[in-house]
């Protein structure tokens, strides 16, 4: 049975508080009074946390980056605009070290201490759910960005807003895109990260293909966390006789899975693996990552658009592609992924549901957030009013990528849906 969130609310009063691991990207902000909550404020406080050690490193410091950049450009427009205020945004945050235990410590020195106004949440599912007791317990709005899970909203929560597309959607396009290109496939390994985001993935894609009838799961097993050794793991690959493979986790033990089914030359016709194949750092495998696919919450390439979203009847607000892809290669080096795009758009939202309520009390911009229905280079973006579903992201779609050699360098390939692909479906290169 599921844990609700108020029965682990008690769980937060019995942790220390710690302030190890400090990172304060631009100041400190004072309270203040006003309905707008505004009063005689200067900066607008946003807390997090981000893993800047531990497993999640990779994927948080991306999502990190992405945030940070949306923030340097506010506040080198002036900050955001609240009634006949400016305010800067400080971005609050502490080293999680990749670790749940540390989350609700963090989480609740950031409001307790650092008087944070909003929440963003870590990256991964696990996380998350550990940080949205704090921001449920002290009523603070959360976006959470780098979750994907739908238990976490299953749970009662009110202030958590997700931006990815739930879990249960993940790898259905997969499947989808291994029926299509390859028929006569019909033997799926569906294996994954015994943890909340990839244990929820894997289980709705095997609910999935059994619902489609098409393909058959032959082998649906879990790996331990931190796993270093897949050596045993694969020969019970090997042994069921799949076509395809589908599943893992996150980016280092989806990059170790993927390396040694290279190594072992599996006949396979597809690899489908979770986040890995997403970071850019997914490259460094070199032939291993050829023809790997995985899903991914956006790419650059993805072309949305202010006109597009005035033909689909959808508010649009924020940079289009193009300009946020540009920002991000002049600032950090390198070709952003959607964990990067996922920090930035966070930002984006916040301000403009700040900005649109004339407010930075929690429950003036959750009213904002829970009726958005927009469109955004990131995608659509809409949230489930329901009981027991609040919060929880309806609008957004993921499409499948590839990286693909050509005989030269490889690339990140948009390879379904059809309508957006940026080239064919290619077998894998081993």
């Given at each position: 049975m599921r844990r609700t969130v108020l029965s682990t609310i008690a769980?937060?009063?019995?942790?220390?508080?710690?302030?190890?691991?400090?990172?304060?990207?631009?100041?400190?902000?004072a309270q203040g009074g006003g309905a707008s909550g505004v009063g005689d404020r200067k900066n607008v406080v946003i807390g997090l946390t981000v893993s800047r050690t531990g497993k999640y490193t990779a994927e948080s410091t991306n999502q990190f980056n992405g945030l940070k950049l949306w923030a340097d450009q506010v506040n080198g427009e002036g900050g955001i605009k609240v009634g006949d205020s400016s305010l800067k945004v400080v971005l609050k945050s502490y080293d999680d070290e990749s670790e749940k235990t540390r989350v609700q410590q963090l989480f609740t020195?950031?409001?307790?201490?650092?008087?944070?106004?909003?929440?963003?949440?870590?990256?991964?599912?696990?996380?998350?759910?550990?940080?949205?007791?704090v921001a449920e317990q002290n009523q603070k709005v959360m976006l959470a960005i780098g979750a994907a899970s739908d238990s976490i909203f299953q749970a009662g929560l009110q202030y958590a807003f997700q931006l990815y597309t739930p879990a249960s959607r993940y790898l259905t396009g997969s499947v989808d895109l291994l029926e299509q290109k390859d028929p006569a496939a019909k033997r799926i390994a569906v294996v994954h990260e015994e943890e909340t985001f990839s244990t929820d993935v894997a289980e709705a894609t095997k609910k999935y293909i059994e619902e489609q009838g098409k393909v058959q799961v032959v082998l649906f097993e879990g790996y331990p966390t931190g796993t270093a050794d897949f050596g045993p793991f694969i020969s019970r690959i090997a042994a069921a006789k799949p076509d395809a493979v589908i599943g893992g986790g996150h980016f280092e033990d989806g990059s170790?899975?993927?390396?040694?089914?290279?190594?072992?030359?599996?006949?396979?016709?597809?690899?489908?693996?979770?986040v890995a194949p997403s970071v850019p750092e997914f490259?460094?495998?070199?032939?291993?990552?050829?023809?790997?696919?995985?899903?991914?919450?956006?790419?650059?390439?993805?072309?949305?658009?202010?006109?597009?979203?005035k033909d689909a009847g959808k508010e649009w607000f924020g940079p289009e592609g193009d300009a946020f892809v540009a920002d991000y290669q002049k600032a950090y080096g390198e070709k952003p992924g959607y964990h990067a795009a996922g920090g930035y758009i966070a930002g984006v939202l916040l301000q403009q549901a700040i900005e649109k309520s004339g407010s930075i009390e929690s429950d003036q911009v959750k009213k904002v957030l829970q009726d958005v229905d927009a469109l955004t280079f990131w995608g659509a973006l809409k949230f489930s009013n329901e009981k027991g579903d609040y919060g929880?992201?309806?609008?957004?779609?993921?499409?499948?990528?590839?990286?693909q050699s050509g005989g030269a360098k490889l690339t990140r390939q948009i390879v379904y849906p059809d309508?957006?692909?940026t080239a064919d479906f290619q077998p894998l290169g081993w």
């Amino acid at each position: 049975m599921r844990r609700t969130v108020l029965s682990t609310i008690a769980i937060v009063a019995l942790l220390a508080v710690t302030g190890c691991g400090q990172h304060d990207d631009s100041g400190s902000g004072a309270q203040g009074g006003g309905a707008s909550g505004v009063g005689d404020r200067k900066n607008v406080v946003i807390g997090l946390t981000v893993s800047r050690t531990g497993k999640y490193t990779a994927e948080s410091t991306n999502q990190f980056n992405g945030l940070k950049l949306w923030a340097d450009q506010v506040n080198g427009e002036g900050g955001i605009k609240v009634g006949d205020s400016s305010l800067k945004v400080v971005l609050k945050s502490y080293d999680d070290e990749s670790e749940k235990t540390r989350v609700q410590q963090l989480f609740t020195r950031l409001i307790n201490n650092d008087k944070a106004d909003f929440l963003v949440s870590p990256y991964s599912s696990g996380l998350t759910e550990a940080a949205s007791v704090v921001a449920e317990q002290n009523q603070k709005v959360m976006l959470a960005i780098g979750a994907a899970s739908d238990s976490i909203f299953q749970a009662g929560l009110q202030y958590a807003f997700q931006l990815y597309t739930p879990a249960s959607r993940y790898l259905t396009g997969s499947v989808d895109l291994l029926e299509q290109k390859d028929p006569a496939a019909k033997r799926i390994a569906v294996v994954h990260e015994e943890e909340t985001f990839s244990t929820d993935v894997a289980e709705a894609t095997k609910k999935y293909i059994e619902e489609q009838g098409k393909v058959q799961v032959v082998l649906f097993e879990g790996y331990p966390t931190g796993t270093a050794d897949f050596g045993p793991f694969i020969s019970r690959i090997a042994a069921a006789k799949p076509d395809a493979v589908i599943g893992g986790g996150h980016f280092e033990d989806g990059s170790t899975l993927v390396r040694e089914l290279y190594a072992r030359k599996l006949p396979l016709k597809m690899v489908s693996i979770l986040v890995a194949p997403s970071v850019p750092e997914f490259a460094q495998l070199g032939p291993a990552a050829d023809g790997v696919v995985g899903p991914s919450q956006w790419e650059p390439e993805v072309a949305f658009s202010e006109a597009v979203a005035k033909d689909a009847g959808k508010e649009w607000f924020g940079p289009e592609g193009d300009a946020f892809v540009a920002d991000y290669q002049k600032a950090y080096g390198e070709k952003p992924g959607y964990h990067a795009a996922g920090g930035y758009i966070a930002g984006v939202l916040l301000q403009q549901a700040i900005e649109k309520s004339g407010s930075i009390e929690s429950d003036q911009v959750k009213k904002v957030l829970q009726d958005v229905d927009a469109l955004t280079f990131w995608g659509a973006l809409k949230f489930s009013n329901e009981k027991g579903d609040y919060g929880r992201q309806v609008g957004h779609e993921m499409v499948q990528i590839q990286w693909q050699s050509g005989g030269a360098k490889l690339t990140r390939q948009i390879v379904y849906p059809d309508q957006g692909k940026t080239a064919d479906f290619q077998p894998l290169g081993w």
